[in-house]
């Protein structure tokens, strides 16, 4: 298979085309490097299997040329971070229209096959209970999560229209080596610049669901091979959740930190489109034979180690 890979150079993509590379597959990244990062990839660079594109998908001369021969097309590059909406609203607006020109790209280039990864931010505020592919309305309180869900209505409107089929991944909160962001690699930061004192952002009580990155790659690549529906649509995430105060503490127990004191900022949200409570349920991708290796509470101390080791 010939996978033609956006974001690959960042924190998700990097680990996706490890493995892809690892199955035996010719790779092609294509990243404009706004978040990604070359070391994430060093390994690949000047193998036979593999081709870097530094190139931006706004650039659509650039990406009609590049783009053309692949099977696949694992759609992983956005803006990563869903606080940036609040100070730059202006994002999604970038999201949306590297959707457009990339599924235009394909469509022009006869590649039928799309792999997205969404967000579980596409959900907005719900009630306190495991959420189906099938819960409506959706709502998002964020740009990020509007960028999102407008994306997805993009790629299954181009698979309808022009015979595509596409794969769509909600994923919960994604963590482990690579990661750049987030509120395990917030904290960590934090508490290596004042092993006294952690802020927490909000009141501590947020409790969502975490997914250690081998089995995001791992479920993405499984739906992929398992489902041949004209639109696959899959929650990506545990069956639990883990809360942020209990993070703080498995943070600080793994640096070995002594009476820390916890600073909170206030409010149930950390931020402006934070959503404070949320959990999926991911039986239909479990119904396929998928199940995560390991659950919300042991991907965020798994991914803690990961990034002690790293930063």
Same mark, same amino acid.
């Given at each position: 298979?010939?996978?033609?890979?956006? $974001?690959?150079?960042?924190?998700?993509? /990097?680990?996706?085309?490890?493995?892809?590379?690892?199955? $035996?597959?010719?790779?092609?990244?294509?990243?404009?490097?706004?978040?990604?990062?070359?070391?994430?990839?060093?390994?690949?660079?000047?193998?036979?299997?593999?081709?870097?594109?530094?190139?931006?998908?706004?650039?659509?001369? @650039? !990406?009609?040329?590049?783009?053309?021969?692949?099977?696949?097309?694992?759609?992983?590059?956005?803006?990563?971070?869903?606080?940036?909406?609040?100070?730059?609203?202006?994002?999604?607006?970038?999201?949306?229209?590297?959707?457009?020109?990339?599924?235009?790209?394909?469509?022009?280039?006869?590649?039928?096959?799309?792999?997205? /990864?969404?967000?579980?931010?596409?959900?907005?505020?719900?009630?306190? @209970?495991?959420?189906?592919?099938?819960?409506?309305?959706?709502?998002?309180?964020?740009?990020?999560?509007?960028?999102? !869900?407008?994306?997805?209505?993009?790629?299954? /409107?181009?698979?309808?229209?022009?015979?595509?089929? $596409?794969?769509?991944?909600?994923?919960?909160?994604?963590?482990?080596?690579?990661?750049?962001?987030?509120?395990?690699?917030?904290?960590?930061?934090?508490?290596?610049?004042?092993?006294?004192?952690?802020?927490?952002?909000?009141?501590?009580?947020?409790?969502?669901?975490?997914?250690?990155?081998?089995?995001?790659?791992?479920?993405?690549?499984?739906?992929?091979?398992?489902?041949?529906?004209?639109?696959?649509?899959?929650?990506?995430?545990?069956?639990?959740?883990?809360?942020?105060?209990?993070?703080?503490?498995?943070?600080?127990?793994?640096?070995?930190?002594?009476?820390?004191?916890?600073?909170?900022?206030?409010?149930?949200?950390?931020?402006?489109?934070?959503?404070?409570?949320?959990?999926?349920?991911?039986?239909?991708?479990?119904?396929? $034979?998928?199940?995560?290796?390991?659950?919300?509470?042991?991907?965020?101390?798994?991914?803690?180690?990961? !990034?002690?080791?790293?930063?």
């Amino acid at each position: 298979m010939k996978a033609f890979v956006t $974001g690959g150079a960042g924190f998700i993509g /990097s680990h996706l085309v490890d493995r892809l590379a690892r199955d $035996g597959n010719e790779v092609t990244v294509y990243d404009n490097f706004s978040s990604g990062r070359m070391e994430f990839i060093e390994r690949h660079l000047n193998k036979p299997y593999f081709r870097l594109v530094k190139a931006d998908l706004l650039d659509e001369d @650039v !990406l009609n040329a590049e783009i053309k021969d692949h099977d696949v097309v694992f759609h992983l590059a956005a803006i990563p971070d869903v606080r940036l909406g609040e100070k730059k609203p202006d994002i999604s607006k970038i999201d949306i229209l590297s959707t457009y020109n990339l599924l235009d790209a394909m469509r022009r280039n006869d590649i039928e096959m799309v792999v997205f /990864s969404s967000s579980s931010t596409v959900y907005g505020e719900t009630p306190p @209970v495991p959420l189906s592919e099938n819960y409506g309305p959706l709502l998002p309180i964020s740009v990020y999560g509007a960028a999102k !869900l407008a994306c997805e209505g993009l790629i299954s /409107s181009f698979c309808h229209t022009f015979d595509m089929k $596409g794969w769509i991944f909600r994923f919960a909160n994604v963590v482990g080596s690579r990661c750049t962001h987030g509120v395990i690699y917030d904290f960590i930061r934090k508490l290596r610049k004042n092993p006294r004192e952690l802020e927490i952002l909000g009141d501590g009580k947020q409790r969502k669901s975490y997914l250690y990155i081998e089995d995001c790659v791992n479920g993405m690549l499984f739906g992929f091979e398992k489902s041949r529906e004209q639109i696959n649509l899959f929650n990506l995430g545990t069956d639990g959740t883990t809360e942020v105060n209990e993070i703080a503490k498995m943070v600080i127990d793994e640096m070995g930190l002594k009476d820390v004191k916890l600073k909170y900022t206030g409010g149930k949200r950390g931020w402006k489109g934070d959503v404070p409570r949320f959990q999926f349920d991911i039986s239909k991708i479990k119904s396929l $034979g998928w199940k995560p290796k390991y659950d919300s509470s042991d991907a965020v101390r798994k991914a803690i180690k990961d !990034l002690l080791a790293e930063i």
